[in-house]
């Protein structure tokens, strides 16, 4: 999603100023811009922090990012640390799952690494990004929870106006929204990447993210259930 969101902002550009928010791939946006401000983002697949200025226009206070690739996490830093000092921006470099301590590989992709994933390609998702592929590099890396994670920071979600929970991690969405246990009640909406088609080998589907979500008080906000995109970006709320 992260290659479709670069193609989006250059699009952007050729149009006026006023109407570029309305110039999206999903409505996520806008609906985050009604329910602003959100006072604290934990953002799970960093990468280079691309949404950083939208985020601080949201009103955010504190910014968790949360990246797996060590050499991404580099570039991470020293882009953050360019930002307005109005948002307090903070990094971790984390692979985030289910749990602590479980050995995985991490497989890296080719380009700038944003598909970068514990899974493999499938052939679907060679077909829709025929230029997209793993280099054959694989890091061993160990998992981190979310829980940890946000204590090691000192962030209170339960305190922040409006938390949101964002999850970017190319079809491993689903361990990491598990390890937060009853502690993703406290999130008032998370934004996820989501997929109808099998994209990455073992990836979670949509079907399973969305049972969970619902399960733990969570509704789909960004589409109808006809709309959800093959393979994108839907928000859940919490009323």
């Known amino acids: 999603m992260r290659f479709l969101k670069g193609v989006e902002r250059s699009a952007k550009k050729l149009v006026p100023q006023g109407w570029r928010k309305y ?14 401000p959100i006072d604290l983002i934990v953002h799970v697949g960093a990468h280079w922090a691309e949404d950083a200025e939208f ?16 050499d991404t996490f580099s570039k991470l830093t020293k882009v953050l640390a360019e930002r307005p000092k109005s948002t307090h921006h903070v990094a971790e470099n ?3 799952s289910a749990s602590d301590g479980e050995e995985l590989s991490f497989n890296r ?9 514990v899974h493999g390609s499938t052939g679907t998702y060679r077909e829709r990004f025929p230029h997209s592929h793993e280099t054959g ?5 160990t998992t981190r929870s979310l829980p940890e994670i946000l ?29 937060l246990g009853d502690g993703l009640r406290q999130f008032s909406q998370c934004k996820c990447e989501v997929s109808r088609v099998p994209m990455y080998e073992g990836g979670t589907q949509f079907k399973d993210i969305d049972a969970y ?11 109808r259930y006809v709309q959800v995109p093959r393979h994108g970006d839907v928000l859940y709320v919490r009323d």
């Open 55 to 70: 985020y601080e226009r949201c009103g955010a206070r504190t910014v968790l990012w949360v990246e797996a690739d060590p």
């Open 94 to 96: 984390a692979l985030v």
């Open 23 to 36: 110039f999206r791939a999903s409505k996520y946006e806008l609906l985050m811009e009604r329910r602003a």
């Open 109 to 117: 992709f080719n380009g700038d690494g944003s598909s970068s994933s």
């Open 213 to 223: 979500m619902t399960s733990m008080g969570f509704r789909l906000a960004s589409h």
């Open 137 to 141: 590099e694989v890091i061993a890396m």
């Open 151 to 179: 204590a090691r920071h000192d962030v209170d979600v339960s305190a922040a106006a409006r938390p949101m929970l964002v999850v970017d991690v190319q079809g491993h969405e689903l361990p990491v929204l598990k390890g």
